[in-house]
């Protein structure tokens, strides 16, 4: 998972339009299988979160993969505060998020968030910026008490890209 921001907000749009063509591109590596964005307007928390289903972490050393990875031109936009990849597992791929579900996303230092019915999937951080030991992630449906969500710390992200 990689998750960013934009210090310039207003260029947002055409940060949008770059990352459909990002992520086409990423899928092209070998070893990754899907890649996705979601957006958030949870407070304090990275507006943009881009999800990825990795084969192994061999991945982020294939030559072609090094070559078109990051955030090319838009990096010194890119609002630090906000800017973190991490490799987990604890899933197979990413989870199907219909365009009318939410997916809530909660970094823990132990597996140990219950909210009502929201079942969450621990995963276990395992590589790169390796910023929280633990996320969960759970796909919520419509009408899902998303103040709940924010009390206890958990980033609502709406899916951005099919």
Request: charged share 25%; hydrophobic share 40%; aromatic share 12%.
């Amino acid at each position: 998972m990689s998750q960013s921001g934009l210090l310039d907000r207003t260029r947002e749009a055409e940060w949008d339009e770059w990352y459909v063509e990002h992520l086409r591109i990423m899928e092209t590596v070998d070893g990754i299988h899907s890649a996705r964005r979601f957006k958030s307007e949870s407070e304090g928390c990275p507006p943009s979160l881009a999800m990825y289903s990795v084969e192994a972490i061999a991945v982020f050393e294939d030559p072609y993969y090094q070559k078109i990875r990051g955030m090319g031109e838009w990096l010194p936009l890119i609002d630090r505060a906000f800017y973190c990849r991490n490799l987990f597992e604890g899933m197979s791929v990413a989870p199907e998020v219909p365009a009318d579900r939410a997916l809530w996303v909660v970094d823990r230092d132990t597996p140990d968030l219950v909210l009502g019915d929201v079942g969450f999937t621990w995963l276990i951080s395992v590589g790169l910026d390796r910023s929280t030991p633990y996320r969960g992630i759970a796909v919520v449906p419509p009408g899902a008490d998303e103040a709940l969500a924010h009390e206890a710390g958990v980033a609502v992200y709406k899916p951005f890209t099919p």
